[in-house]
Nanobody, 123 residues
């Protein structure tokens, strides 16, 4: 089995920064992709960012380009999401996911998910 645990969420003001972490444990894989999705109240879950374990490929939603950065620590099987210039519309539960399709923006391609961490941005 694979377990994903997110951390780093919280309540911040517009313009502030947060860094989310997602640690994977359990079964190991030679090649995989990790991604962040988010879901705001009353809205569909949406793609935020993705990367491969090697970091050779990254992908971002248009809404976060230039503000968010995804990165990883291969030794720790951990992926991070650095979020800068946060806006109220970034408020959502952020989920970490692991899959096997490089660069995928679709939740179908990620069979393993964390429980989510709340990010709230006040104006």
């Amino acid at each position: 089995q694979v377990q994903l645990v997110e951390s780093g969420g919280g309540l911040v003001q517009a313009g502030d920064s947060l860094r989310l972490s997602c640690a994977a444990s359990g079964r190991t894989f030679s090649n995989y992709a990790m991604a962040w999705f988010r879901q705001a109240p009353g809205k569909e879950r949406e793609f935020v960012a993705a990367t491969t374990r090697s970091g050779s490929s990254t992908n971002y939603a248009d809404s976060v380009k230039g503000r968010f950065t995804i990165s990883g620590d291969n030794a720790k099987n951990t992926v991070y999401l650095q979020m800068n210039s946060l806006k109220p519309e970034d408020t959502a539960v952020y989920y970490c996911a692991l899959g096997f399709y490089t660069g995928s923006t679709r939740d179908y391609d990620y069979p393993y998910w964390g429980q989510g961490t709340q990010v709230t941005v006040s104006s």
